[in-house]
């Protein structure tokens, strides 16, 4: 195949290749927990067919030759022939890792990576008990007709045609394979019915076969007439045409039973009419794959939409033409309109991430071992796509953590009372604007005297500050950078890495992070993200000259605060607010911005809330909400803390976001 064809379905292989291999990682864990059970093993063997049928026909050898070995295994296991041990699922998950490098290779590179796979095939065939130097020739197993197929030949018959077998045989060098699958299919459905093609039309459309390909054909014409038919179709090599037997001389229902089903089949739309098959190769499939990027330019005009809205409707006020606030009324609804539609085609559910992690915890869990059941909730939940490709490695540190901290060996559980398994449950759902995901362990959870030693041992904090820490300070001392509890590093913690990156990460989306924990029964660690990225509603706040923006997912509630209602506790500003006390701060100290306040006897504060505390910052002017487009600072400016982004305002101003989980520490 040129390169022009591979680049044309290259997007369609590697994407049917991905959903193929977690269909694959999925079974395999399944497999292992009940080896006997033939179901997974059956659709092993259909994911290993097609794999090798997609990679053959894209001509990436190394992955079909793979692919072709573990069917063989596979084959021998569905008919008895030998039975798979752990070894063999292991061989098989190592199979999948492969494969999995390979995809990315090709996703990368656009060409297979030159690693020899045959080392690998060598091991699937002594597992099969065979040389590996028998024919690797890949084919297709000749197909046969269900019960109701017959049943529609049958019929065919009485309507006075003959229903016929028919094998094309594509040219080895054919770079246009569904298009000539298409032709071939087309042109015969003009001369009669299709009852069946293997395999599928769909994965005719799609070019997902080897050089050949199977159309059960019921016509009034003759054998050679079809052939030619056929032939007439360019890089068609062969045709094999054969009239299929009378069903009826087979053992199936009686005559009468046919004649009954076979009315049926002829005009009851439940049947599925084989003249279906034919239509549906004349007809555009009800979906489309969309390339990500196309979304973010789509998305990013969208904003561009509500910014030019937005200086169009303060142009408009300030000029007081009335005349104007009908279309703008009717603009306002139809880009909310065309917003809301683009968000949700961005959105994803979060089983995207979450189908990597019952791979990742059997893995971890044998490492270790420990006993581990996984349970996932909510992996119907909806993100943003660009936020689902942020938090995979987040979300794995998180696991790692439960797994390698939390959870304990399986006697010591059993000396604590606890089940001999842990248990690491991943959560998710949707609240508001926001989607919380949740890692809930079982586990010994975070001793908080062993934090205070560690950080009086640090120099992080004296004894004395140490003992005054409440138990949840203590343990969000964690969240520091380089802080670690881990007695010895391994490769999975002990390291200074991890719950801080996590929380950098999640505030930089922004989120918020929060970690709760009780000794002997385990942790919870809360994540809060918002559900897009491009545009939220933002509260607009004026410190001295400036214009800024805070999410209105970060902001809790706004107060008027008298200045003879502030006291000072530890060197700090407090107030009271229904009975707790509310640690204040002055967002014009902190930003560095100059202000004049003498005479100001009540302050703007913005209430927002950090993990389980909650801080009131101390502004010049709440402007009020308003929806915004989040606009990234570039590069340079990526790492500058408390800042997430810029918007730019009716005004044609530019405002930065806060973010109020790290505007603290600027």
Request: glycine share 8%; aromatic share 4%.
């Amino acid at each position: 195949m040129t390169n022009i064809d591979m680049n044309q379905y290259l997007g369609a292989f590697l994407d049917e290749t991905s959903e193929q291999l977690q269909g694959l990682n999925d079974l395999l864990l399944s497999l292992e927990k009940s080896p006997d059970n033939p179901e997974p093993i059956d659709e092993i063997f259909r994911i290993a067919h097609t794999l090798k049928g997609m990679s053959a026909t894209m001509g990436f050898e190394g992955m079909a030759h793979l692919t072709h070995a573990m069917e063989d295994l596979l084959d021998q296991v569905r008919k008895g022939e030998t039975r798979l041990s752990q070894e063999s699922v292991n061989l098989l998950f190592l199979c999948l890792d492969v494969l999995s490098s390979m995809a990315e290779t090709i996703r990368g590179e656009g060409r297979e990576p030159s690693d020899d796979v045959s080392e690998l095939i060598d091991r699937l065939h002594e597992e099969k008990g065979t040389d590996r130097r028998e024919s690797r020739e890949i084919e297709i197993e000749v197909p046969q007709l269900t019960i109701m197929e017959k049943e529609w030949v049958t019929e065919a018959r009485r309507q006075g045609m003959t229903a016929h077998e028919i094998r094309v045989l594509l040219s080895a060098d054919c770079s246009m394979k569904a298009a000539r699958a298409y032709m071939v299919v087309s042109r015969l459905g003009d001369q009669g019915e299709i009852i069946k093609t293997v395999p599928s039309v769909e994965d005719l459309e799609k070019g997902f076969f080897d050089r050949e390909f199977w159309i059960f054909f019921a016509s009034h014409d003759e054998e050679e007439t079809l052939r030619k038919t056929v032939l007439q179709v360019s890089e068609v090599e062969n045709v094999f045409v054969r009239e299929l037997e009378d069903p009826e001389d087979e053992e199936g229902p009686t005559g009468e039973a046919l004649s009954s089903v076979g009315q049926k089949a002829s005009g009851d739309s439940e049947t599925s009419n084989h003249k279906d098959v034919v239509q549906d190769t004349r007809k555009l499939s009800r979906t489309v794959r969309v390339d990500i990027g196309r979304l973010d330019k789509l998305m990013n005009l969208v904003g561009e939409l509500v910014i030019g809205r937005a200086r169009i409707e303060r142009l408009a006020q300030e000029a007081r033409i009335k005349a104007f606030e009908e279309p703008l009324a009717q603009l306002g609804r139809i880009s909310g309109d065309i917003q809301e539609l683009v968000t949700k085609l961005r959105m994803v559910p979060v089983s995207f991430v979450f189908d990597r992690f019952p791979r990742l915890v059997r893995d971890l869990s044998k490492s270790l071992g420990k006993e581990i059941r996984l349970e996932l909730e909510g992996k119907e939940t909806e993100l943003d796509r660009n936020l689902i490709d942020e938090i995979g490695d987040p979300m794995i540190h998180l696991i790692r953590n439960s797994i390698d901290h939390g959870v304990e060996k399986p006697e010591e559980r059993l000396n604590a009372g606890k089940a001999k398994a842990g248990t690491v449950t991943i959560a998710s759902y949707q609240e508001g604007n926001s989607v919380i995901i949740e890692v809930r362990d079982d586990g010994k959870g975070i001793d908080p005297e062993k934090v205070r030693r560690k950080a009086v041992d640090k120099g992080i904090l004296s004894r004395e500050e140490a003992q005054t820490l409440s138990d949840d300070d203590a343990v969000r001392l964690v969240l520091l950078p380089g802080f670690s509890t881990a007695e010895e590093v391994t490769d999975l913690s002990g390291r200074g890495v991890g719950m801080d990156a996590v929380k950098n990460k999640v505030e930089s989306l922004g989120g918020q992070f929060q970690v709760e924990s009780q000794v002997g029964k385990g942790t919870r660690v809360v994540v809060r993200l918002p559900l897009t990225l491009a545009i939220v509603v933002a509260l607009l706040i004026r410190v001295g000259d400036e214009t800024y923006a805070i999410s209105l997912e970060n902001v809790e509630e706004t107060l008027l605060v008298g200045r003879s209602d502030i006291r000072t506790v530890h060197g700090s500003p407090v107030t009271t607010v229904r009975g707790e006390i509310l640690s204040l701060s002055d967002l014009a100290a902190i930003l560095g911005t100059p202000v004049e306040r003498n005479d100001v006897t009540e302050y703007p504060v913005v209430v927002v809330r950090n993990g389980n505390s909650r801080i009131g910052f101390i502004v010049d002017e709440l402007i009020g909400q308003q929806e915004i487009v989040i606009k990234p600072l570039g590069r340079l400016f990526s790492k500058v803390k408390g800042v997430a982004g810029a918007t730019i305002l009716g005004d044609g101003n530019v405002a930065l976001i806060l973010e109020p989980g790290s505007v603290q520490a600027i």
